[in-house]
């Protein structure tokens, strides 16, 4: 069973940056699709961005388009997220998913999912 752990949230001030991780366990992680997700206080989970078992293609929310930046290290086993630019309403638990199908940011595509980091921007 593929198992994910993310790393990297925190306190942050609005306008400034953060990188987030998923780290995979499998060996296999190169053939997974992983999605971001992330979950506000109050509000139902959210997908922002997804990427491919190869890299080659990544999808955005509108919400974050052209501020996050998704990628992946398959011989780390690892995706990121970069946030540039991070606003109040950044402000989530965010998880990371996995799934052997398609691109997707529908949180029922997934399969596999990390335990969540929080990242809280505040001044």
């Known amino acids: 069973q593929l198992q994910l752990v993310e790393s990297g949230g925190g306190l942050v001030q609005p306008g400034g940056s953060l990188r987030l991780s998923c780290a995979g366990s499998?060996?296999?992680?190169?053939?997974?699709?992983i999605g971001w997700f992330r979950q506000a206080p109050g509000k139902e989970r959210e997908g922002i961005s997804s990427?491919?078992?190869?890299?080659?293609?990544?999808v955005y929310a509108d919400s974050v388009k052209g501020r996050f930046t998704i990628s992946r290290d398959n011989a780390k086993m690892t995706v990121y997220l970069q946030m540039d630019t991070l606003k109040p309403e950044d402000t989530a638990v965010y998880y990371c998913?996995?799934?052997?199908?398609?691109?997707?940011?529908?949180?029922?595509?997934?399969?596999?999912w990390g335990q969540g980091t929080q990242v809280t921007v505040s001044s």
């Open positions: 998913a996995a799934t052997v199908g398609v691109l997707s940011m529908r949180e029922g595509a997934y399969d596999y």
């Open positions: 499998r060996f296999t992680f190169d053939r997974y699709t």
């Open positions: 990427i491919t078992s190869s890299g080659a293609s990544t």
